[in-house]
């Protein structure tokens, strides 16, 4: 009782002091490895001049279905298979020093899709779910009310404004993500003339791959990396196309002495870099290998980090800058599947191809934007110890926790997707079976074909010129218009006051 007293009695004389105190804290607590961290984290923060300066250039790397809880659940899997705590690991894009939430719902739905999200991000502007680069004018599947429903996207506002501009995906060059940086349709499946009715071929509408190709110069695209052959050639040479287009050949044929069309990895590194450079590359059919299967050998995908280094060392020509989209589409595509290890495994790629990045730009110059389009439904539940397996099966001080059913649970989980019950025979027992397998199924509370979007904001995580301007609860829209600020696209006069050192500022690994 008389040390109780004691300490109410410092705390007295300390809060009636006029001026600021310093209070002794007992040994234990400073030196409490939490503690210290805590406090080295406050003096970066304090430490750090927020860069007002304009921007060269601009990448914005989107993980496609990376909501928060799959980040950390990331950001654990990843430390523990480097053999290192992960409960307190960081993935690089989290050591970011400015950070905010985005709000993704569409102008139709509560829940957004890809097509919607990154027009938001891209363009500015809410338009509803399935439509890319177009206004809320547009109607889904309605050629005619995309007319004067035009989005321009970042990538095409920097083309035109004399940057150079690409995008880098592991999904077809067609999905919905990466046709926000070029596209713009009321239907994002009309990715190639086979996904095309002959009544909205005759209406106007033109597919996404012949949208790439055929830009206008002024607008068209420098580098485009990523998956889908088939929607650009034809049926018979290694395609899909019922017009008998070989739009690869279109691109070499129309972009320059500089055009190049590559298809393995090898290809890529080996492509040749000049101010003309212009690159196509189509490394798969159809979407690119998940990561797990990409590294297997005989395999001749290239990485995402491999990507994006060739895309910013082609568009790093261009002494006027450059924009670019980056984006990690194969975790939403494990995630709607239900499998948790390949979504972590998709997301740790994405984090390395971000801190590719950064070790090639100067961040005096170059904002760098790390964000998802929308969330996924997948849980990280309790109870499991400190340092057991992510993947592993939940428990509390030692023991099994189990459900109603009397069955474990694991710690990850999805609210829908394929591990639903089938509604006879309830949900497996994850005790029965390796959970940590890439193709092990978490359990999912409702059944769905293929798991569905979650509505909770997603994060943005910046770093580098007007990326203190990323804070507090934003629309999605709000990426657009800081990176078009940054850009000095806006109309803005340039800052009045701009941080600069002089130095090329890479990123602190």
């Not at 989005?151 to 067609?174: D, F, H, I, P, Q």
């Not at 999605?476 to 000095?488: D, K, N, P, Q």
Request: proline share 5%; net charge neutral.
């Amino acid at each position: 009782m008389r040390a109780i007293v004691s300490l109410v009695l410092v705390i007295c004389l300390v809060t009636s002091g006029a001026s600021a105190q310093t209070v002794a804290l007992p040994a234990g607590q400073t030196g409490d490895a939490y503690f210290q961290e805590s406090a080295r984290q406050v003096r970066t923060a304090l430490a750090e001049v927020p860069n007002t300066g304009r921007a060269r250039n601009v990448i914005i790397f989107v993980g496609d279905g990376m909501g928060l809880s799959t980040v950390v659940a990331s950001r654990i899997f990843e430390g523990q298979q480097r053999g290192v705590d992960g409960e307190s690991n960081s993935l690089v894009f989290e050591r970011f020093p400015y950070v905010a939430l985005s709000k993704t719902y569409s102008d139709d739905m509560q829940v957004t899709d890809s097509a919607a999200g990154i027009t938001a991000i891209m363009s500015g502007v809410k338009t509803g779910n399935g439509v890319v680069g177009l206004t809320k004018a547009a109607v889904r599947k309605d050629c005619a009310s995309a007319r004067g429903a035009m989005a321009l996207s970042l990538a095409e506002m920097a083309k035109a404004s004399g940057r150079s501009a690409g995008v880098v995906t592991n999904t077809r060059l067609t999905h919905a993500t990466p046709a926000g940086a070029y596209a713009h349709t009321p239907h994002r499946d009309w990715e190639g003339s086979q996904d095309m009715s002959a009544e909205v071929i005759a209406a106007g509408c033109v597919d996404i791959a012949r949208q790439l190709v055929e830009a206008a110069p002024a607008v068209r695209m420098d580098v485009a990396l990523g998956g889908g052959r088939s929607r650009f050639l034809p049926a018979g040479a290694g395609g899909k196309r019922t017009d008998g287009r070989d739009l690869p050949r279109e691109w070499r044929d129309t972009g320059g002495p500089g055009a190049l069309y590559v298809q393995t990895a090898a290809e890529l590194a080996a492509a040749p870099v000049s101010p003309s450079t212009r690159v196509l590359g189509l490394f798969a059919e159809d979407h690119m290998p998940f990561e797990i299967e990409r590294v297997a050998p005989g395999s001749t995908a290239p990485s995402l980090a491999q990507m994006t280094l060739k895309a910013i060392d082609v568009l790093s020509q261009n002494p006027e800058g450059y924009v670019l989209l980056v984006e990690g589409g194969r975790i939403d595509h494990a995630s709607h599947l239900g499998l948790a290890r390949r979504t972590l495994t998709e997301t740790v790629a994405f984090a390395e191809a971000v801190k590719a990045a950064l070790g090639a730009v100067d961040l005096e110059d170059t904002l760098v934007i790390v964000t998802a389009d929308h969330s996924h439904g997948l849980v990280l539940s309790g109870y499991a110890d400190r340092n057991a397996p992510v993947l592993g099966i939940a428990g509390d001080e030692g023991s099994r926790v189990v459900g109603l059913d009397g069955k474990p649970y694991t710690t990850l989980m999805f609210a829908t997707g394929p591990g639903g019950p089938d509604g006879a025979t309830g949900r497996s027992d994850p005790s029965t079976t390796d959970t940590s397998d890439p193709d092990y199924r978490q359990v999912a509370a409702v059944g769905l074909r293929s798991a569905a979007h979650s509505g909770e904001d997603v994060v943005i995580y910046a770093t580098g010129p007007q990326a203190y301007l990323f804070r507090g609860v934003v629309d999605e829209t709000y990426t657009f218009h800081v990176a078009r600020r940054a850009l000095g696209l806006d109309g803005a006069p340039a800052p009045a006051t701009v941080r600069k050192s002089g130095k090329r500022r890479l990123w602190p690994f």
